[in-house]
C-alpha cells in the first residue's frame, strides 16, 4: 500500500518561504512521476508542480519562476520549495503520486501579513 505523508507547512508572511517534505511508504518512487497540488479554499483542487523520473520539472504559471520541485530518490521524498510567498499562495498543499492515485493527507500553507 502506497503511503504519503506531507510535512512542512505553516504561516509565513508574504515574501517568505516555506520547503514542503513528502514521504513516500509502499513503492519506490524512483521510476516514477511524482506531483504537488493545491487547494484553497472554495476553489478546486489545482496542480501546482510535477517531476519525473528524469528530473524534468514542470509548473503551474502561478507558481513559475518561485517554486521548486525536487525529489531524493534514496530516501523516497518529494520537495516543493517555495520562495516569494503570496497570499494567494494560501492552501491546503498535497503530494500526489499519479501512477497509484495515492494522496497525502495535505499540510497548510498561509501566507498573511
Known amino acids: 500500500q502506497v503511503q504519503l505523508v506531507e510535512s512542512g507547512g505553516g504561516s509565513v508572511q508574504p515574501g517568505g518561504s516555506l520547503r514542503l517534505s513528502c514521504t513516500v511508504s509502499?513503492?519506490?518512487?524512483?521510476?516514477?512521476?511524482l506531483t504537488w497540488y493545491r487547494q484553497a479554499p472554495m476553489k478546486e483542487r489545482e496542480l501546482v508542480a510535477l517531476?519525473?523520473?528524469?528530473?524534468?520539472?514542470q509548473y503551474a504559471d502561478a507558481v513559475q519562476g518561485r517554486f521548486i520541485v525536487s525529489r531524493d530518490n534514496a530516501k523516497n521524498m518529494v520537495y516543493l520549495q517555495m520562495n516569494s510567498l503570496r497570499p494567494e499562495d494560501t492552501a491546503v498543499y498535497y503530494c500526489?503520486?499519479?501512477?497509484?492515485?495515492?494522496w497525502g493527507q495535505g499540510t497548510q500553507v498561509n501566507v498573511s501579513s
Open positions: 500526489h503520486f499519479p501512477m497509484f492515485d495515492s
Open positions: 509502499g513503492k519506490t518512487i524512483s521510476p516514477y512521476t
Open positions: 517531476i519525473t523520473r528524469r528530473d524534468v520539472q
